[in-house]
């Protein structure tokens, strides 16, 4: 069975840092392209970042580029999302997915499999 769990999500002040990560179950990772989304209330859901599954290139939104890392640890099986100077506007549930037959996307709809989700909220 094919699962994605996260974890790391909290309540963080405007600039800490977190580290959300996605443990994969069911499914080598190696094979799939992973993304990182987010929905804040209200708010249709966004790309934040992806890893490709063909050559590890990375994306990010342009609204967390240069503050946020994503990276994997295959061994693991587990994908991160490293987030530093954390902002209120970054306050939302953050999701991974996961899918074989993309080599990268930002939307949603790209993406086969999902986690629960993590709720991240950055505020003083």
């Known amino acids: 069975q094919v699962q994605l769990v996260e974890s790391g999500g909290a309540l963080v002040q405007p600039g800490g840092s977190l580290r959300l990560s996605c443990v994969a179950s069911?499914?080598?990772?190696?094979?799939?392209?992973i993304g990182w989304f987010r929905q804040a209330p209200g708010k249709e859901r966004e790309g934040v970042s992806c890893?490709?599954?063909?050559?590890?290139?990375?994306y990010y939104a342009d609204s967390v580029k240069g503050r946020f890392t994503i990276s994997r640890d295959n061994a693991k099986n587990t994908v991160y999302l490293q987030m530093n100077s954390l902002k209120p506007e970054d306050t939302a549930v953050y999701y991974c997915?996961?899918?074989?037959?993309?080599?990268?996307?930002?939307?949603?709809?790209?993406?086969?499999?999902w986690g629960q989700g993590t709720q991240v909220t950055v505020s003083s």
């Open positions: 997915a996961a899918d074989r037959t993309i080599a990268a996307g930002m939307h949603f709809s790209s993406y086969e499999h």
């Open positions: 069911g499914f080598t990772l190696d094979y799939y392209t």
């Open positions: 890893i490709s599954s063909s050559d590890g290139s990375t």
